[in-house]
């Protein structure tokens, strides 16, 4: 089984920061990605960013140049720093942690919200 674990929403202003953090547990080997989606009321799922266990990223247009990923994989953490932010980044935000066996495993959910 693997337990990811997040942290890190909450209200913040328009322009603000906002750092959201997963930490995987369990069965966590050969990992293939650690990655953030979002899905706001109303909306579909959508992936945000994602990082590959060697380090390859790969961001959302909308998020490009404000929204960083990163990965400590001494500790099966994910990162994504979010700065910038718009009332349009308002959702819960969800991490997924990929394996190229298992399929994927994901996290409860992390409300953040962007007020104008």
């Known amino acids: 089984q693997v337990q990811l674990v997040e942290s890190g929403g909450g209200l913040v202003q ?5 750092r959201l953090s997963c930490a995987a547990s369990g069965s966590i080997f050969n990992i293939n990605t650690m990655g953030w989606h979002r899905q706001a009321p109303g909306k579909q799922r959508e ?3 994602r990082i590959s266990s060697g380090g ?3 961001y959302q247009d909308s ?3 404000r929204f960083t990923i990163s ?7 994910v990162f994504l720093q ?3 932010l718009k009332p349009e980044d308002t959702a819960v935000y969800y991490c997924k942690i990929d394996f190229p066996d298992r ?3 994901w996290g409860q ?3 953040v919200t962007v007020s104008s």
């Open 109 to 111: 959910g992390t409300q």
């Open 56 to 58: 390859i990223t790969n």
């Open 63 to 65: 998020v490009k140049g």
């Open 14 to 18: 328009a322009g603000g920061s906002l």
């Open 103 to 105: 399929g994927g495993y």
């Open 47 to 49: 992936l945000v960013a």
């Open 82 to 84: 979010m700065n910038s």
């Open 71 to 77: 990965s400590d994989n001494a500790k099966n953490t």
